[in-house]
């Protein structure tokens, strides 16, 4: 019994003993182990600190391509004239492009765009007001828009300086307000057909920085011996970078007085393939890219709704910055009709500045597979040129008004018969308080956007935008 005892007694010692050392081995390996995850935790975190200086230093280059920042398509108060870009879904646009000596109004505020104003080619067409830049030319328009991003961020803070506290802030809502927009426009011409466009656009800001729209309206189209159209346009949109490419999309329907409802949709793709700046941000050269595609109802005229035409339309546009004071514009577009008939565009714009004065040249060409003017309603020809000089000038009048009138005088060739073509604009913006603007204008052409034979097309519009930014 008592050799048991001795036996068990020893046994659990033993026992003791091994979980003592094995205890105390195990102990480095824990440690060790400890100080590897902390090791390779802290070289990602600095890895990942270099990455972001880097990214920060390297936008500080003005020759390097930086990430763009297209979201705010708004004017700058003071610095550029306020005149708004057009469009409708029959893709007629009122031209907006570039002072080409852009300086920064301040580089702490990253959402700021710096626009610019495309003059007008063919002043008097139909166009409907839209601050996007999707474009295409037409007769009615040749007016491509153009927004160039803004420029690089502020260099980044040396390492003695002391950053400001941190404030916690209340929780921001999931949208915005951010501005108001509402276009209007009356045009006649001489052969009776009158449109008036009235769309205001609501435009919010999302927490990320993202844009949320919303278009609505009330459109009227009338003509002889049809019936009066009247068009509620429901838009919502939608605006967002990746990388350095902004892209923007918006849906929706066309609700008529008469005639079924019709789907509208455009996307945009834009993206710098460089950008070069001086030493105090100026802008110097640049070159930017866009692929377009637009779906919707041809709004020309009442006859063309009536027919109920709808048509996809896709193609590239192409600015390009060659020096602080010359630049081109070119834009191409291929467009698929529900008729069957099929069109090409193209059109090109060189342009020099002097002052406050520009002189440019601009190209126009048009042609369509068949002419479904008289079956359809739409201008359609099979050639269609288009070639032009102006002359323009921009100004303050007063501390409170700035006015812009130009020119062009030049030939139109439809369907081998060549004519004059010439028009003129005029366009003036009124401040009325430091966050409301008013955009006013008259412009007449000679220009065709219909094939009336021997008699001569005088179109005339008047336009204007009101403007409020919260």
Same mark, same amino acid.
């Given at each position: ?12 010692? @033993? ?14 390996? /824990?440690?060790? #182990? ?11 975190? @600095?890895?990942?600190?270099? =990455? ?35 469009? =409708? ?62 420029? +690089? ?5 040396? +390492? ?56 609505? #309206? ?24 990746? /990388? ?25 793709? =834009? ?9 105090? %941000? ?36 192409? %600015?390009? &910055?060659? =020096? ?15 008729? #069957? ?13 002097? #002052? ?11 042609? %369509?597979?068949?002419? @479904? ?42 369907? /081998?018969?060549?004519?004059? /073509? ?33 008699? +001569?097309?005088?179109? &005339? ?10």
């Amino acid at each position: 019994m008592t050799d048991s005892y001795k036996h068990s007694l020893s046994a659990f010692r @033993q026992t003791i003993q091994v979980k003592f050392i094995l205890s105390w081995r195990s102990l480095p390996i /824990g440690i060790i #182990g400890s100080l590897m995850i902390w090791t390779v935790s802290l070289a990602k975190l @600095q890895a990942a600190e270099t =990455d972001d200086n880097w990214n920060s230093a390297s936008q500080l280059t003005p020759s390097v391509t930086s990430v763009i920042n297209w979201e705010n398509l708004q004017e700058i108060q003071k610095i550029q004239p306020f005149i708004s870009s057009q469009i =409708d879904y029959s893709w007629k646009s009122f031209s907006q492009y570039t002072e080409p000596m852009v300086t920064v109004a301040s580089l702490d505020t990253m959402d700021t765009v710096i626009n610019s104003n495309i003059e007008t080619f063919v002043g008097g067409f139909s166009y409907r007001l839209e601050p996007k830049p999707i474009l295409i030319a037409a007769p009615e328009n040749f007016n491509p828009v153009l927004q160039l991003p803004p420029p +690089p961020p502020p260099p980044p803070k040396s +390492p003695t300086q002391e950053s400001p506290p941190i404030s916690k802030e209340p929780q921001q809502p999931a949208l915005v307000l951010e501005s108001i927009q509402t276009d209007w426009r009356d045009e006649h011409s001489n052969f009776q057909q009158h449109n008036q466009i009235i769309e205001p656009k609501f435009q919010f800001r999302m927490p990320n920085g993202e844009k949320i729209t919303f278009k609505t #309206g009330f459109n009227t189209f009338e003509q002889p011996s049809i019936a009066t159209v009247t068009n509620i346009p429901l838009q919502f949109g939608w605006q967002g970078k990746t /990388g350095q490419y902004t892209i923007q999309a918006s849906g929706g329907i066309d609700v008529f007085n008469r005639l079924p409802i019709a789907f509208n949709f455009n996307a945009q793709i =834009d993206r710098p393939i460089f950008m070069n700046l001086t030493t105090d %941000y100026k802008l110097k050269s640049a070159l930017f890219l866009s692929l377009v595609v637009e779906h919707g109802p041809y709004k020309t005229s009442a006859r063309t709704l009536e027919s109920q035409i709808t048509s996809w339309r896709s193609g590239l546009n192409a %600015y390009w &910055q060659i =020096d602080p004071n010359t630049s081109l514009f070119s834009s191409y577009r291929l467009g698929l009709y529900n008729d #069957g008939n099929f069109e090409q565009q193209s059109f090109s714009r060189l342009e020099h500045k002097f #002052g406050q004065f520009w002189a440019a040249a601009n190209l126009f060409a048009w042609k %369509y597979a068949s002419d @479904q003017q008289e079956i359809s309603g739409y201008f359609s020809p099979l050639g269609f040129l288009v070639y032009n000089a102006e002359v323009g000038w921009e100004g303050n009048i007063f501390s409170f008004l700035r006015c812009r009138v130009n020119a062009n005088l030049g030939r139109q060739q439809l369907n /081998g018969k060549v004519t004059g /073509g010439n028009s003129y604009q005029t366009r003036c913006t009124t401040q009325i308080t430091p966050n409301i603007d008013f955009d006013f204008g008259y412009s007449f052409s000679n220009v065709r956007n219909l094939d009336t034979g021997d008699s +001569p097309y005088n179109n &005339q519009n008047f336009t204007g935008q009101l403007r409020m930014k919260f």
